[in-house]
Every structure is written in structure tokens, then in C-alpha cells.
């Protein structure tokens, strides 16, 4: 009976090692995670107010708006658009009666040659490209955190019935790049 028993605690034991040796070989997991980027643009000016200007007159803005880009970390492109305030309307070629145009371009600085082709607003939102709203800065493909600077030419209706100051929304938005 001694030797039944030595030889199932021999075997038990053999098993058990056996179990330890496969404990001890290993294996790998692979972990996958997706990132949701989100998308968002800051702009710290909430107003610029132009020099008042006459009929069929021009102005522009003396200090910048900043945009940053303040997602998740992924590139933006920006696109602007307006809203008309309530007795006149955007023109993307010239001012005419009841009628003004506002350009913006992104630029380090407020010296830029304003061309209506490429800085005019309108009431539809127009993607930022390497020349649409564009100086020596765009609104193309801005890195997270990055800064562009922004500003403003008013070219006045030829002729208005409206005195008193008019405000004009700009709506910046920011997609994925």
C-alpha cells in the first residue's frame, strides 16, 4: 500500500509540475483604443469696432481678432461667413446702395491688399484655402493650439438710409483638417 501510495503522491507531484510548466510560457493581449477628437476654435475678441466712415467710404480694423485652435490636438481648417445686419446686404464684388462688403484676411500684421475675390464674407460659409482669406497667414490646416491672427476691411454702402452703428456677426468654424 506504501508503494500505491508513494506512487499517486510521485504522479501528483509529476502533474503538478507539469501544471507549473505550462504557467510559466506566455502569451500577450492587444489593447486597442481610438481617440474621439474633438474640434474647437477660440476667439478672444468679442467685438471690433471700425472708425466711423461716410457712404462709399472704406475702413478698416486697427487691432486683430485672435483664432486659436484649441481641439483635441488635430489640425483645423477654418471657414467664415456672416450675417447681414438687418437693412443691408454682403456683396462679395462691390458696395452699392444698402449694399457693403466685408473682407477678412489672416495676416501677422494689419498691412494687407485687400482683394474682394479672395477676402469677401458672404452669408454662405466659405472654406479657408491657401488664398481665401488669406495673407501670410491662412486658416488652412492650423496645428493645435496655434494662433492666427485676423482682421477686417468695411467698405461702406454707396448710398444708406441707416445712421446708426450696425453689427455685423462673423462666424468662424473649425472642421477637421
Given at each position: 500500500?506504501?508503494?500505491?501510495?508513494?506512487?499517486?503522491?510521485?504522479?501528483?507531484?509529476?502533474?503538478?509540475?507539469?501544471?507549473?510548466?505550462?504557467?510559466?510560457?506566455?502569451?500577450?493581449?492587444?489593447?486597442?483604443?481610438?481617440?474621439?477628437?474633438?474640434?474647437?476654435?477660440?476667439?478672444?475678441?468679442?467685438?471690433?469696432?471700425?472708425?466711423?466712415?461716410?457712404?462709399?467710404?472704406?475702413?478698416?480694423?486697427?487691432?486683430?481678432?485672435?483664432?486659436?485652435?484649441?481641439?483635441?490636438?488635430?489640425?483645423?481648417?477654418?471657414?467664415?461667413?456672416?450675417?447681414?445686419?438687418?437693412?443691408?446686404?454682403?456683396?462679395?464684388?462691390?458696395?452699392?446702395?444698402?449694399?457693403?462688403?466685408?473682407?477678412?484676411?489672416?495676416?501677422?500684421?494689419?498691412?494687407?491688399?485687400?482683394?474682394?475675390?479672395n477676402h469677401a464674407l458672404s452669408t454662405?460659409?466659405?472654406?479657408?484655402?491657401?488664398?481665401?482669406?488669406?495673407?501670410?497667414?491662412t486658416g488652412v490646416s492650423v496645428p493645435?493650439?496655434?494662433?492666427?491672427?485676423?482682421?477686417?476691411?468695411?467698405?461702406?454702402?454707396?448710398?444708406?438710409?441707416?445712421?446708426?452703428?450696425?453689427?455685423?456677426t462673423v462666424t468662424i468654424t473649425a472642421?477637421?483638417?
Amino acid at each position: 500500500m506504501k508503494k500505491f501510495l508513494a506512487g499517486i503522491l510521485t504522479m501528483l507531484l509529476f502533474l503538478g509540475f507539469a501544471v507549473c510548466v505550462e504557467a510559466d510560457q506566455t502569451d500577450s493581449v492587444a489593447v486597442k483604443v481610438t481617440i474621439l477628437s474633438s474640434i474647437s476654435v477660440d476667439i478672444t475678441e468679442t467685438e471690433v469696432v471700425l472708425a466711423s466712415v461716410s457712404t462709399g467710404g472704406t475702413t478698416a480694423s486697427t487691432t486683430e481678432v485672435t483664432v486659436t485652435n484649441t481641439g483635441s490636438g488635430i489640425d483645423e481648417t477654418y471657414s467664415l461667413n456672416l450675417i447681414d445686419p438687418t437693412d443691408w446686404t454682403a456683396s462679395q464684388t462691390a458696395p452699392d446702395a444698402e449694399v457693403y462688403v466685408l473682407n477678412a484676411a489672416f495676416n501677422s500684421d494689419g498691412t494687407l491688399t485687400w482683394d474682394e475675390t479672395n477676402h469677401a464674407l458672404s452669408t454662405t460659409s466659405v472654406v479657408c484655402t491657401s488664398s481665401q482669406f488669406a495673407g501670410d497667414q491662412t486658416g488652412v490646416s492650423v496645428p493645435y493650439n496655434e494662433v492666427r491672427k485676423l482682421w477686417f476691411q468695411f467698405q461702406a454702402p454707396t448710398a444708406t438710409s441707416v445712421t446708426t452703428q450696425q453689427s455685423i456677426t462673423v462666424t468662424i468654424t473649425a472642421q477637421v483638417s
